[in-house]
């Protein structure tokens, strides 16, 4: 299994950026989707998901309403279009694969595949 992250780089704040994560090795129709971002000295925290069972999607307080997470089952794919950043969503950011219930859905435990992690930096 590997999943594939990119898409990360520097803007400005107020920018755009657009991350996708291209599975392999699993079918991502089975797998709760998720990003995941750390920043330094920071735990890792999740910022969206889309499940597998109904393809509804999840977003952190932090990012509602500025970030959308979709997928492409078909080509094996999970996007993050990040819309208004902050120079607090600076960090690294991972895409993640599991099987999830409702109250661990924002729970790194609860993902067991995972991306190598594209860095994201917003100057102000």
């Given at each position: 299994?590997?999943?594939?992250?990119?898409?990360?780089?520097?803007?400005?704040?107020?920018?755009?950026?657009?991350?996708?994560?291209?599975?392999?090795?699993?079918?991502?129709?089975?797998?709760?989707?998720?990003?995941?971002?750390?920043?330094?000295?920071?735990?890792?925290?999740?910022?969206?998901?889309?499940?597998?069972?109904?393809?509804?999607?999840?977003?952190?307080?932090?990012?509602?309403?500025?970030?959308?997470?979709?997928r492409d089952n078909a080509k094996g794919t999970v996007d993050?279009?990040?819309?208004?950043?902050?120079?607090?969503?600076?960090?690294?950011?991972?895409?993640?694969?599991?099987?999830?219930?409702?109250?661990?859905?924002?729970?790194?435990?609860?993902?067991?595949?995972?991306?190598?992690?594209?860095?994201?930096?917003?100057?102000?």
């Open positions: 299994v590997q999943l594939q992250a990119s898409g990360g780089g520097l803007v400005q704040a107020g920018g755009s950026l657009r991350l996708t994560c291209v599975a392999s090795g699993l079918t991502l129709r089975d797998y709760t989707m998720a990003w995941f971002r750390q920043a330094p000295g920071r735990e890792r925290e999740a910022v969206a998901t889309v499940r597998w069972t109904n393809s509804n999607t999840y977003y952190s307080d932090s990012v509602k309403g500025r970030f959308t997470i979709s993050l279009q990040m819309n208004s950043l902050k120079p607090e969503d600076t960090a690294v950011y991972f895409c993640a694969a599991g099987r999830p219930i409702s109250s661990t859905l924002f729970s790194s435990r609860a993902y067991y595949h995972w991306g190598q992690g594209t860095q994201v930096t917003v100057s102000s």
